[in-house]
């Protein structure tokens, strides 16, 4: 089973699971982290020149402007200048966005993991602000990756010996998922994200503590799409690219407090 990415999350205000006092202790549950970097790139039309008085001199103090008209003589000047701008958008700027929710107090030691519960048969992820020292928050609801189309290549192989009463499972998965991304807070004071593209990642079987479970090598996803910025004054949008990543899983012998068991009183 190809261990894709259903859902990722960010930009939410903390949540946390409610358990019913005298729940049951969680068993461990075997895991792993990858880290989330963001890079992307937005676009916009932005004024190219300064305002300039009646002779064509630039007026200071300067302000932007895209236009201008003035005269010399029996000559008359008309100029038009626009400019392109890129802003970089990063997980700094996610953290940032989170701070100003009230989600975090400052941004700094934050980080953005996916915490995955692995399996060979099914996994369940969901990404955390994670900080040393500090319970892991999780955020969610303001950024999606479905997938709608998928290609994958498998190499699976599980040898029993009866005689030794021993099972040896070896490994790997390579894929191309066609996905949507959305970062949409809905709230104007954020910007909000309408991204398509491609994810590839590879995982391999590993056998750990002697449970075998897939783990993600990497995960690489490309996008383009449209956003948009609380201070934009047109509706069209920035035209924006660039790529996510997920590093290469690292064990964790315990996952169960990132996905406590939700019990409903009755």
């Known amino acids: 089973m190809k261990p894709n990415i259903k859902q990722i999350t960010l930009f939410a205000v903390a949540s946390s699971a409610l358990v019913t006092a005298g729940a049951a202790v969680p068993v461990p549950i075997q895991g792993s982290e990858q880290t989330l970097t963001l890079q992307l790139a937005t676009h916009q039309t ?19 402007t895209d236009e201008n008209d003035w005269s010399k003589g029996d000559v008359d000047y008309y100029e038009y200048v626009t400019k392109i701008e890129t802003q970089k958008y990063g997980v700094k700027q996610v953290l940032e966005a989170l701070d100003e929710a009230g989600v975090i107090d400052g941004i700094a030691g934050w ?3 996916q915490i995955e519960r692995v399996g ?4 369940d992820s969901e990404l955390f602000l994670v900080k040393k020292d500090t319970t892991p928050i999780p ?6 990756l479905d997938d709608f189309a998928s290609a994958w290549a498998a190499n699976y192989k599980e040898t029993t010996d009866n ?20 970062l949409d807070p809905d709230d104007s004071d954020y910007p909000s994200f309408q991204l398509t593209g491609l994810a590839t990642g590879s995982a391999t079987v590993k056998n750990i503590d002697g449970i075998y479970a897939w783990y993600h090598n990497s995960e690489t996803i490309k996008v383009v799409g449209v956003s ?31 996905f406590p068991p939700v019990v409903t009183p009755g």
Not at 120 to 123: A, G, H, I, Q, Y
Not at 139 to 144: A, F, K, N, Q, V
Not at 163 to 182: F, P
Not at 245 to 257: F, M, N, R
């Open 111 to 113: 980080s953005i993991k």
């Open 228 to 258: 948009q910025f609380p201070e934009d004054e047109s509706e069209e949008g920035r035209p924006t690219e660039g790529t996510m990543k997920l590093s290469a899983a690292k064990p964790l012998e315990d996952v169960s407090a990132y």
């Open 163 to 182: 005689s030794k009463e021993t099972v040896t499972i070896k490994g790997s998965e390579n894929w191309i998922d066609s996905v949507i991304v959305e």
């Open 139 to 144: 955020i969610g609801e303001y950024l999606t």
């Open 46 to 64: 932005v004024d190219g020149t300064y305002v300039k008085d009646e002779d064509g001199k630039t007026i200071s103090p300067k302000e932007s």
């Open 120 to 123: 060979l048969e099914d996994s």
